[in-house]
C-alpha cells in the first residue's frame, strides 16, 4: 500500500480483550489535539470505523501529541527509504498532507490524504497528485514546480533506480510530460490540463504510477 500506509498502521499494541468504541473516544481526547470523532472521519473518508482505530493507534503511538510537524514527518518517512535521500520528496509530501498550511498534520489531515490516495477515485487521485506538483499553491504547475519534484523522487530512489539513472534524466522526462500537458503553451499547467493529459495518455499515467509506492 506504499510508505505512507506503513507508518502509521504499525502493528497496535496487542489489543485488551474489551475494545469498544466508548474506550475509543475516550483515547481520542487523551491526546493534546484532538480529532474529530470516529463517526465524522467514517463519514469523511473510505475507511471503516475499525480501521480508523488501527491507523489512529499507530499514528498516536508514533505522535502521541496528536499532531506532526514536518521534522517528525520527514524523519519518520526516511526510514523507508535508507538508500537514497528523502528529505526534500518528504517536505513537498508534508506540505500536500498540511491542506491548511499551518506547519503541522494532524490525525485528521492524514486520513482524509490517505483515504483518496488509497481508495479515491480517479478524478480525486489526480487532484490530490497536481496539489502535489502546485508547490507553491497558486493553481499552476510550472516546468519548474515539475522538476523539483521529479528531481526529489529521483533522489529519495536513490540505488533503486536500475538502470543507474544520468543526472540529466529527470529534466528529460520532465520536458516530455510538460510538452504534452501544457496544450496551450502559456508556460504552466492548469488543473485542467493536467487531469486531461493524464486520463487520456496510457504513456504519462504508466510514468507517474512508476514511483507510486513512495507515496
Not at 468504541?21 to 475499525?50: C, I, N, W, Y
Not at 514536518?70 to 520528496?89: M, R
Not at 543507474?164 to 500537458?181: C, I, N
Request: negative net charge; proline residues 3%; aromatic residues 12%.
Amino acid at each position: 500500500m506504499g510508505a505512507l500506509m506503513v507508518i502509521f498502521s504499525l502493528q497496535p499494541k496487542q489489543r485488551r480483550k474489551t475494545t469498544d468504541s466508548v474506550e475509543d473516544e475516550l483515547e481520542l481526547s487523551a491526546v493534546r489535539h484532538r480529532p474529530e470523532g470516529l463517526e465524522q472521519l467514517e463519514s469523511q473518508t473510505r475507511f471503516s470505523r475499525k480501521e480508523l482505530q488501527i491507523l489512529y493507534r499507530g499514528f498516536k503511538n508514533e505522535c502521541p501529541s496528536g499532531v506532526v510537524n514536518e521534522e517528525t514527518f520527514k524523519d519518520i518517512y526516511s526510514q523507508f527509504f535508507p538508500q537514497g535521500d528523502a528529505s526534500t520528496y518528504a517536505h513537498f509530501l508534508f506540505n500536500a498532507f498540511d491542506t491548511d498550511h499551518n506547519g503541522s498534520v494532524s490525525f485528521e489531515d492524514f486520513v482524509m490524504g490517505l483515504s483518496i490516495l488509497l481508495r479515491g477515485t480517479i478524478q480525486e487521485k489526480l487532484n490530490w497528485a497536481f496539489n502535489l506538483y502546485d508547490i507553491n499553491k497558486d493553481g499552476y504547475i510550472t516546468k519548474e514546480e515539475m522538476l523539483d519534484i521529479m528531481k526529489a523522487i529521483y533522489d529519495m530512489m536513490g540505488k533503486c533506480t536500475y538502470p543507474v539513472l544520468k543526472e540529466e534524466t529527470p529534466r528529460q522526462h520532465v520536458e516530455v510530460f510538460f510538452q504534452k500537458m501544457d496544450k496551450n503553451k502559456d508556460g504552466v499547467v492548469t488543473i485542467d490540463e493536467f487531469i486531461d493529459c493524464c486520463q487520456n495518455d496510457e504513456n504519462i499515467m504508466r510514468s507517474m504510477h512508476l514511483f507510486e509506492n513512495v507515496l
